[in-house]
């Protein structure tokens, strides 16, 4: 092995990229904030919340999102930490929820799932989790804001293993909660970190004891949450889960953590053992098989497109996850879904609201290609002999709209305008047959305004979403003659590469037609379904 090549093996291995997965306000920018805060990217605070703030925003993003106060940054972050690279995907998750936050997880090789001590599992964070839990990604848990009162412990893990199907096992566990916080004990590394109200831990306070039962914890913490902790860490011992590496792994078992990220308690104790547990980037499946990522060629696949990032150049930029080898600035690349090669002239790196030009990057990273109108998301770039990376699943709208052109004259654009922003992602594209009427659908209804106002500042198109009671979108699968009976259904259609769909009002109604045709199989993305036109 050559120098060069053990640097850049080297490179990869110490590379971890990683999504957070949250319900709006568990914490997540704060999170993001304490971790960059740790890895030196940022001196102080609030350089991470200003992003979702319009009192701070300075960046030149769409007017509409402007407008809203909505910034759409929505790319990766990237620091160092004891010897690792670490980049933190952002999965927009507020207003601005959109199919962008489910592709964001296609380029993470693990997920750090955030919730509210006091709110356990919500909405939003079910949704995220279900996409994880596809691609089958590790999954750490880091249950915040304990410094309030909230749930029991052990109905949160119940909760974890109710609603979302995931075992867990807790790495720590909290010595009283809210006003009565006193720490955590760490089942690890057995010793008690200890909580000051209102310091910001730089320097964690901490007892090394034998085990939960060390008389030393009862002097720290008192003979109530002593007696307690005992009691519940035996608990945990009998009845709960075994650490199990290769359940984690496969994202069936999630190491769970309590702590408060505002006050940093328990945040570096994550970060720790998340590298320690974390995996270095992950081999992807393509149409050669599995990608290694250690493989000296450069591979990586769009899994984002930003539109109009700079309103006076009209500019937009693809976003790429380098999957192996490694990037030089200028080098050229097979876009493979076109045939030809192409030279990566200006590739960029962002942080909060920075653009910087990358001039090398390995897998695991994310980097910012310029785009003048050739990329659509899920596109293949790579070195060598050419080869695809499987496609980007699509996802269940949540929202429905029959789409016309007020002006008949500008059809053209119209269609020319849907079709560019459909592959770019930004709405999903139905249509109904026999009549060939455009349905679109999104999983954030502020996506039919980004439409909207797109089409008129951009192609000049005037619009009229009509919209519709529909929630839920499956993909249709199986027996043919049961395939025909569906079509002719006034609720199926086909999405833009040809494949039957079928959209529901509620989830009772899907309930009905799965019992109506049991021959059928309801897909809730298009993951590994075939494209009968392209
Ligand atoms: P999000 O990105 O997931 O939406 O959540 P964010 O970090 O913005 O946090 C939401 C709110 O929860 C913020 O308060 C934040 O300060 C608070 N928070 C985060 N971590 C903790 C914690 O460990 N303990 C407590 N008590 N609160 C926490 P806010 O009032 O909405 O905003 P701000 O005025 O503090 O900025």
Do not use: C, N, T, Y
């Given at each position: 092995m050559t120098q060069s090549q053990a640097n850049w093996e080297n490179e990869i291995t110490r590379r971890r990229t990683f999504a957070i997965i949250s319900h709006p306000d568990a914490g997540k920018t704060t999170m993001t904030e304490k971790l960059l805060y740790y890895g030196g990217a940022?001196?102080?605070?609030?350089v991470v919340k200003g992003r979702k703030n319009s009192k701070h925003a300075t960046s030149d993003w769409m007017e509409i999102e402007k407008k809203r106060g909505i910034s759409v940054t929505s790319s990766a972050m990237d620091f160092e930490y004891k010897g690792h690279h670490i980049n933190i995907l952002d999965t927009p998750g507020h207003e601005d929820f959109s199919e962008d936050t489910y592709r964001t997880l296609t380029a993470a090789d693990a997920a750090v799932m955030i919730i509210d001590v006091a709110k356990g599992v919500e909405a939003q964070t079910i949704k995220l989790f279900k996409v994880c839990r596809m691609r089958g990604i590790p999954i750490f848990t880091f249950i915040n804001k304990l410094d309030r009162h909230g749930k029991d412990p052990f109905s949160l893990l119940e909760e974890l293993e109710n609603v979302l199907g995931i075992r867990s096992y807790p790495m720590n566990w909290p010595i009283g909660m809210g006003s009565d916080l006193c720490g955590v004990y760490d089942r690890m590394k057995n010793r008690v970190e200890l909580y000051q109200d209102?310091?910001?831990?730089?320097e964690i306070s901490s007892v090394e004891v034998s085990g939960p039962d060390d008389p030393k914890i009862k002097s720290s913490v008192g003979e109530v949450l002593y007696d307690q902790l005992q009691e519940e860490v035996s608990l945990l011992d009998i009845a709960g889960d075994e650490y199990d590496e290769s359940l984690i792994a496969k994202g069936e078992l999630t190491p769970v953590f309590f702590g408060s990220a505002i006050n940093n308690f328990g945040v570096q104790t994550f970060l720790e053992n998340f590298l320690q547990m974390a995996p270095s980037p992950s081999p992807k499946k393509s149409t050669i098989g599995e990608v290694d990522p250690l493989n000296g060629k450069f591979s990586g696949f769009i899994f984002k497109i930003q539109a109009n990032m700079n309103p006076a150049h009209r500019d937009r930029v693809a976003f790429m996850r380098i999957c192996s080898g490694k990037f030089q600035r200028g080098m050229n690349v097979r876009h493979v879904r076109l045939g030809k090669d192409i030279k990566l002239a200006q590739p960029m790196q962002f942080m909060a609201q920075d653009r910087e030009i990358v001039e090398e990057s390995f897998a695991g990273d994310v980097i910012g290609l310029f785009d003048p109108g050739i990329f659509q998301i899920g596109d293949t770039l790579c070195v060598g002999p050419a080869f695809e990376y499987e496609e980007m699943p699509h996802f269940s709208p949540e929202f429905f709209a029959k789409v016309t052109v007020?002006?008949?004259?500008?059809h053209k654009q119209f269609q020319k305008g849907v079709m560019q922003l459909t592959e770019e992602g930004t709405v999903q594209l139905f249509k109904t047959h026999p009549w060939e009427e455009l349905i679109l659908g999104v999983v954030g209804v502020l996506q039919f305004e980004v439409l909207e106002y797109r089409l008129k500042a951009e192609y000049g198109v005037d619009i009229e979403l009509q919209r519709m009671s529909y929630q839920i979108a499956r993909w249709i699968e199986g027996d043919k003659e049961a395939m025909d009976a569906v079509k002719s259904r006034s609720q199926s259609v086909t999405d833009r590469y040809g494949r039957l769909v079928m959209l529901f009002d509620s989830e009772y109604q899907l309930r009905m037609a799965q019992e109506k045709y049991p021959k059928l199989t309801f897909h809730e993305?298009?993951?590994g379904l075939h494209r009968v036109t392209e």
């Open positions: 940022i001196r102080e605070a609030g209102g310091s910001d831990h730089q007020k002006d008949a004259m500008k993305s298009s993951l």
